[in-house]
């Protein structure tokens, strides 16, 4: 079981909450976009009960998002929402955290937004350490453009435009974040949707870049060209090959092979975070204007 | 399993919204108890209310926004 | 006046005038105008003016950052800009290239902001410390689909500082972004510049003036209420086609009539937003149209041409886009040709000529090569079309 996973079966009955993730949702735009069975609106759903523990508010919440089927996540919340272009979310976040230290910002992209097209912005986030949290749902594929390969289709796998099956390796995206200067890194399923809930509220709170990879099934584009078909043995698989990181520690490359290690994987407190260290910087030059 | 609450309350299960499933069939697949069915091109259906555990599986899972846990 | 060019007088303290390079009085117009946010990426010939950007922001609060490209660059103005800031970036032809896309987005969303083209002779890396007028049709046309723009050309040092300022307060106004075409000589070029000089420049247009009273979105009919993060106004912003309420449409009648509007707001405004001085009105039966750097030579020109018994008519534009239609085509009316000198292949005289071409004739006078067009090249050309047209 991963790490702060419990599995869905051993949960707590819970107390009514005194709202529902609906507070967060524009429900009069519903039914959205996505295909039955896609895992986005479980990340979504995860990553608003977790707005919920905080009691994020809406209007000093900023959920900036790319273009996909997971940036489209942007037109049902009801926070400050910017869809943007496509790959560009990290750098009109920067814009915004930037301009406004005060909201907090949200990042929510694909594989292919996030990894491929805004794979420089996502590694120079990484970098400045701002206070963004960046939600990135890897769903391997390209699914709003019908199915193409991502940086995250795999070696081996198939899509629209690897009819043959693909021969480029992918990002280890985690290790990306964290070699790239991330200071929260973390890894969930959509099948973990308890542990991802937990990544994302500490993600959020942690003062720096965090990064959170959310991996998850896309049952129509991807799921039609690679077993196992279908929500629901995509689903049970992502179960399958979900790991902790503890677990994970003790395990040689060839036993890691293909499984998914979830859970914190890295954090670090002791780098500056930007906003805080700019505005240490603007204080500075005030103070020797002074004298 | 932690819980057995010492006070008596009522339990809550899950509410299916017609209007928001999409019919994929993940609540169903993670029932810890398998008490959830979803009839072709039909809303999920609670089959033995008593065996739920109140966990919110369902609940999590649900892509599409579609469940409510409420008291009976 | 005296509270808006605070950043140019205390430049020129002391002095009744500076020399001033281009590029820096830019950066001052940008401070005195109120931007707080510039993101940008170095570049030649503009790398000044975020060099001074750079030093001089965090003294005034605000935020300058260097991107890691020119896409991040105006992603992150565009971004600080749905907060609620004044945000600014340059750039030039390689990095303006990389920056169309957002800058259709920014009309899209209704973002204002300002992009500063200082342009160096392309295609491609070109001769990066070359000037060239050769990005005219790509500020106009270099974001897909059928979008408005408003381009402005600086001709001068003085022009970099208020340009700056006119182009911040049309990008307020509008809501849209507003891009200032400078070229390397007038981005490197020092004169001598102070608030003085600032407020001679003459900018004949309906009614703009450089104070922050001229910001009222409101009095713009077709421009939609501003988006502002942080509050719940508003606070969708897409680049899909939507409706009042901010979320995408489909519906064909809502998304003509959002199209439409975005033109219409420039379009209906026109009269306001061309900016153009004109010399010797009604004494040339010639005229010269020109902008940038080009316009200073033919200023120039003038008094060369008459001199040498050749009255001409100078039309300097400060507004490229939208095009000064009913300036252009009253000047047509008076003039036997209009000769257009500009540091390529004849971008802006095709316009000025499907404007005029019932009226009069339009002589384009491109070169493309890395050197100015002089005052002696117009007119030895002005020469030579008086003597073409009156054997004629
Ligand atoms: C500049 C640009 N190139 C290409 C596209 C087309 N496009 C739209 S979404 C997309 C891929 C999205 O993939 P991903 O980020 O993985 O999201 P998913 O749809 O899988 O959730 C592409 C290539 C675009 N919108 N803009
Ligand atoms: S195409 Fe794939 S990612 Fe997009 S909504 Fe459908 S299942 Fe989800």
Redesign the interface.
Known sequence: MAEGES????????V?EPR???HY?H?DR???I?????????VT??FL?AALELGLEKDRTVVVAGIGCSSRAVGYLDFGTVHSIHGRALAFATGIKMAHPEFTVIVLTGDGDGAAIGGNHLIHACRRNLDITTILFNNNTYGMTGGQASPQTGMGGYATTAPFGFDEPSFDLCRLAEAAGATYVARGT??G??QL?KLIRDGITHPGFSFIEAVTQC?TEYGKRNPPKG??QM??NLKEKAISRKKAEGMTPEELEGRIVTGLLHRDESVPELTASYARMLERIRKSADE | ???T?SKQRV??TPRFDS??C?????C???C?VASIEVPASEVPILLEPDKC?????CE??????AV??A?A | MELWYTHLMRETIDQDSLLVQGNRACALGALDAGVRFFAGYPITPSSEIMEVMARELPAVGGVFMQMEDEIASICACIGASLTGEISMTATSGPGFSLMQEAIGYAIMAEAPTVIVNVMRMGPSTGRPTTPSQGDVMQARWGTHGDHPAIVLAASNVADMYRLTIAAVRFAQRFRMPVIVLADEIVGHMRESFSPEIAGRYRLTSGDFDFTETYIHPEMVREVHPPHELGTLIHPHVTGLIHDETGFPTNDPKKSEQFLRELHDKVVHHRGELCLYDVKNVGKGRVAVVAYGSCARSARAALKLAEQEGIPVEVLHLYTLFPLPVEIIQELARRVEFILIPELNLGQYAREVRRLAENWTTVVSMGRIDGNLITPRDIVDRLAELVGKYESA
Request: glycine share 6%.
């Open positions: 599995s869905v079966a051993e949960q707590e009955p819970s009514a529902t993730i609906d949702l429900t519903f039914p959205h996505w295909c039955p069975g896609c895992g986005l609106g479980t759903a995860a009960r959509s099948y949707v308890r809930q049952p929500p629901v689903l049970e | 399993m932690k819980s609450p339990r809550s209007a928001r999409k019919n994929c069939g993940l169903a697949c993670v810890p555990t109140s966990c919110r599986s999590f899972i649900c892509p599409d926004f409510t846990m008291k």
